[in-house]
């Protein structure tokens, strides 16, 4: 089955601080998008970070970075400078072709907790 | 306004109740989404319409019945619902159903069902 995998379910930084989340997926694609999404409390859930599988260099938007580990299928997402309203769930995905269209594949999130 | 929208943002129905959850983009997009999303799960696609078209129906029990008038609405039509099918359900868009890359949410219909 194609899954993703976050395997903390929570996790807490002190603001200014800095905080990685973990994903791992399992595809038999070779071409691929990876996204980190993030879902603030009561909010819509937005893209934080794409990384198109077929690119070596990692990521970056702003705060925002990406450890890519295509062999290890590993995704994890680094927020640096950590502020409050970084406070969110957030999600890992990728995406899969079926059938000619992509289907977006969701981990099950990880909540981040930011402490003033 | 701008982005995608949905109406209502929280509803409570009994399971014998018809009711209906409306979801508009003003982004220009062709594929637009519906997606249930529940604690603890991963989010869970239910339907796919990509130029009006379905063109995906993930197994979702026939009491969710989708509509898509334009590329700009899509309304999911809820009858004889299950407690279980209480949860948030998000739309979204992309620029077509082959262009995940960028994909816009909007931010959830809360459904209770009691």
């Known amino acids: 089955a194609q899954t993703v995998t976050q395997s903390q379910p929570e996790m807490s930084v002190q603001e200014a601080e800095t905080v990685t989340l973990s994903c791992t997926y399992d595809?038999?694609?070779?071409?691929?998008?990876l996204f980190w999404y993030k879902q603030p409390p009561s909010r819509q859930m937005i893209l934080v970070i794409r990384?198109?599988?077929?690119?070596?260099q990692n990521a970056t938007e702003n705060r925002f970075s990406v450890n890519f580990q295509k062999a290890a299928k590993s995704f994890s997402l680094k927020i640096s400078d950590s502020q409050l309203g970084d406070a969110a769930m957030y999600f890992c995905a990728y995406s899969r072709t079926q059938g000619g269209s992509e289907k977006l594949v969701f981990g099950k999130g990880t909540k981040l907790t930011v402490n003033p | 306004e701008t982005g995608v929208t949905q109406t209502p943002r929280h509803l409570v129905m009994g399971m014998t109740n018809k009711k209906s959850l409306k979801c508009e983009q003003h982004?220009?997009?062709?594929?637009m989404y519906w997606y249930k999303q529940s604690a603890k799960k991963p989010l869970e696609l239910m339907f796919v319409y990509n130029f009006k078209e379905q063109t995906e129906n993930n197994s979702v029990p026939s009491r969710f019945s989708p509509e898509c008038p334009n590329s700009s609405h899509l309304f999911l039509h809820l009858h004889t619902l299950q407690p279980e099918d209480s949860a948030l359900y998000l739309c979204?868009?992309?620029?077509?159903?082959?262009?995940?890359?960028?994909?816009?949410f909007g931010p959830g219909t809360r459904l209770t069902v009691t």
């Open positions: 990384q198109e599988a077929y690119k070596q």
């Open positions: 595809t038999s694609e070779s071409d691929y998008y």
């Open positions: 982004l220009g997009h062709n594929a």
């Open positions: 979204a868009s992309s620029p077509t159903a082959s262009s995940l890359y960028e994909q816009y």
